[in-house]
C-alpha cells in the first residue's frame, strides 16, 4: 500500500508523517555575526507544530498529554520541546513515549516558518497570540542583539557557567528556509555530531568482558570512540546500526574529529 507524502501513516501504534522541512545550523567559523541575535542552544528535542500536530525532525508525530497544544496557534512554528538545563534526556524519554511525563515541558519558539519579514517581526506573531492565549505551552526564546564577537563568546561563557549548551546565532534579516543555512550557526566550546555505530571493541583492564569503545562513522569517515561511556553504557553498548552524539574539538589533519567522546544515544 503506497503511502502519500505528507500524509499521516501508523505503524505499531507509532504515527508517522513527512519530515518537516525545517532550518538547520551551520557551525560558527569566524563569519561576521556583527548585529545578528543570539539566544542560548537549548538542549531539548526539535519539535515543528504544523498547526495541528507536533512532529519531530524525522517525521515522528509527538502524543503530548490532552490539551497540551489546545491554545496552540493553527499556523507552524518551529522549536525546541524544552523544561530546564540539564534535563534532555529525562525530556527526551518524556515526549517520545506514549504516555510520558510532560510537566515542566513547552514548546520554546526559536522561529515562525511561514511569517513574513525578519525574524523579531515573525517571532512577534507569536508573541501577539500569547498575548491571547498566555496559558499556552509556548514560549518565545529570547533573542539578544549581538555587538560584536567579544560580546557572543561572553555571552557563551555566561550560558556555560550555568550549565548551559551553547548560543544560536541567526541573521535576523533573512526569511525562514529549509535546510543548512549560512545565516544560523551553533557557537560551542566544544562540538557535538552523530555518527552510526558500526563495530564494538572490548575493553582491557577493569574493563575486559565490557565495551573499550566503538567504532563510528558518518560524513567524515570511520572512527573509534572510547571515551565519555558510563559503566551502565559499557555493560549496555549502543547497539550496531543505532545513531548516537558524540562530542569533539575541532579535527586531525585527516579530517576525523578530534578527542570524540560519547556523549549519549539518540
Same mark, same amino acid.
Request: proline share 6%.
Given at each position: ?14 504515527? &508517522? ?5 525545517? *532550518? ?5 567559523? #569566524?563569519?561576521?555575526? +556583527?548585529? @545578528? !541575535? ?7 528535542? %526539535? ?7 507536533? *512532529? ?5 508525530? &509527538? ?5 497540551? /497544544?489546545?491554545? &496552540?496557534?493553527?499556523? $507552524?512554528?518551529?522549536? +525546541? ?20 511525563? @510532560? ?15 525578519? !525574524? ?16 499556552? #505551552? ?30 544560536? !546565532? ?9 535546510? %543548512? ?14 555518527? *552510526? ?20 562513522? #558518518? ?9 565519555? &561511556?558510563?559503566?551502565?553504557? %559499557?555493560?549496555?553498548? $549502543?547497539? *550496531? ?10 579535527? /586531525?589533519?585527516?579530517?576525523? $574529529? ?7 544515544? %539518540?
Amino acid at each position: 500500500m503506497k503511502i502519500l507524502l505528507g500524509l499521516l501513516s501508523v505503524v505499531s501504534g507509532v504515527a &508517522f508523517a513527512a519530515p518537516p522541512s525545517i *532550518i538547520l545550523a551551520k557551525n560558527y567559523t #569566524n563569519q561576521n555575526v +556583527e548585529n @545578528w !541575535l543570539m539566544s542560548e542552544k537549548l538542549d531539548g528535542v %526539535r519539535a515543528y507544530w504544523d498547526g495541528k500536530r507536533l *512532529i519531530s525532525r524525522q517525521g515522528n508525530v &509527538f502524543t503530548p498529554p490532552s490539551g497540551f /497544544t489546545q491554545h &496552540f496557534p493553527n499556523y $507552524p512554528l518551529d522549536g +525546541e520541546l524544552y523544561s530546564k538545563r540539564g534535563q534532555f534526556e529525562q525530556i527526551s524519554a518524556s515526549v517520545r513515549a506514549n504516555n510520558g511525563d @510532560w510537566r515542566g515541558i513547552k514548546l520554546h519558539v526559536f522561529d515562525v516558518p511561514n511569517a513574513s519579514g525578519s !525574524l523579531k517581526q515573525r517571532l512577534a506573531v507569536v508573541e501577539a497570540h500569547l498575548t491571547k492565549y498566555p496559558q499556552a #505551552n509556548l514560549q518565545v526564546v529570547p533573542q539578544i542583539p549581538v555587538k560584536n564577537l567579544a560580546h557572543a563568546q561572553d555571552f557563551l561563557k555566561q550560558i556555560e557557567r550555568q550549565g548551559g549548551e551553547g548560543v544560536m !546565532l541567526r541573521n535576523p534579516l533573512l526569511p525562514y528556509s529549509a535546510g %543548512r543555512s549560512d545565516g544560523l550557526l551553533k557557537l560551542k566550546s566544544v562540538h557535538d555530531a552523530e555518527c *552510526i555505530v558500526t563495530q564494538h571493541h572490548e575493553g582491557k583492564g577493569k574493563y575486559m568482558g565490557k565495551l573499550g569503545a566503538v567504532s563510528c562513522k #558518518n560524513e567524515l569517515g570511520e572512527f573509534r570512540i572510547g571515551t565519555g &561511556f558510563k559503566d551502565v553504557d %559499557r555493560e549496555n553498548p $549502543p547497539a *550496531i546500526g543505532s545513531k548516537i552524539t558524540y562530542k569533539y574539538r575541532g579535527f /586531525t589533519k585527516k579530517g576525523l $574529529p578530534r578527542f570524540a567522546s560519547y556523549l549519549r544515544k %539518540r
